[in-house]
Every structure is written in C-alpha cells, then in structure tokens.
Nanobody, 131 residues
Framework: QVQLQESGSGLVKPSQTLSLTCTVS????????????WGWFRQAPGKEREFVAG????????TYADSLKGRFTISRDNAKRTVFLQMNSLKPEDTGVYYC????????????????????WGQGTQVTVSS
C-alpha cells in the first residue's frame, strides 16, 4: 500500500514564502513501485478541490494552474521519493488544505490537472495566509 504524507503546514503573512513536502512510503508488494506523475491540489473552505501544480516523468513535464504561474514551483527528489511545492508571494486566497497526489500513469500536460487521474492521496496539510 502506498502512503503519501504532506508536511510543511503553517500560518504565514501575505507576501511570505512556504514550502510543502510530500513523502511516499510503500509497504509490502508496493515497495518498489515508482510513481510517474505527481500533483498538488488545494481546497479552501466551502470550495471544491482545485489543481495547483503537477509533474510527470514520462515525458518530463510540469504544469501549473494559470493563476499560480510564477509564484509556485513543483519539484521532486526521486531518490528520496519526495515531491516539493515551493510557494512564494503568498496571498490570503492561497489559504486552504493542500493535498499531494500520485499515480503510476504517465500523465500529460493536460491530464495532470485532472483530480480523477490520481490513485493515491495524502491526508492534506493546512496553509493559512493572513495578516
């Protein structure tokens, strides 16, 4: 069974920076499984879960929600089975629970943003941006 664990939650002021980490742990027969695509999503109170950023390894590509381009960066450390989300110039509207997701499927730049393409999800980590 694959488990994803987010970390890095916090309360920050507008314009500040925060980095989230998603770590994969695999047990049993899933111990050697490799994920080919990763995504970060977020959900604000009373709103639907929305795409933030995605990364695929085959082919290598990254994509972001249009409103977040230039402020957020997704990256990974394959050896450590870890994916990061660097968030700069945070705004109050970035507040929400951030979720990490992964799949073995090699998603494209158009399918990385589809919440239904992912097989495994973390429990989420709270990000609050407030003055």
């Amino acid at each position: 069974q694959v488990q994803l664990q987010e970390s890095g939650s916090g309360l920050v002021k507008p314009s500040q920076t925060l980095s989230l980490t998603c770590t994969v742990s695999c047990g049993g027969s899933e111990g050697t499984r490799s994920n080919n695509a990763w995504g970060w999503f977020r959900q604000a109170p009373g709103k639907e879960r929305e795409f933030v950023a995605g990364l695929s390894t085959a082919p290598s590509t990254t994509t972001y929600a249009d409103s977040l381009k230039g402020r957020f960066t997704i990256s990974r450390d394959n050896a450590k089975r870890t994916v990061f989300l660097q968030m700069n110039s945070l705004k109050p509207e970035d507040t929400g629970v951030y979720y990490c997701a992964a799949t073995r499927k090699p998603l494209s730049i158009t399918t990385l943003s589809n919440v239904y393409e992912y097989d495994d999800w973390g429990q989420g980590t709270q990000v609050t941006v407030s003055s």
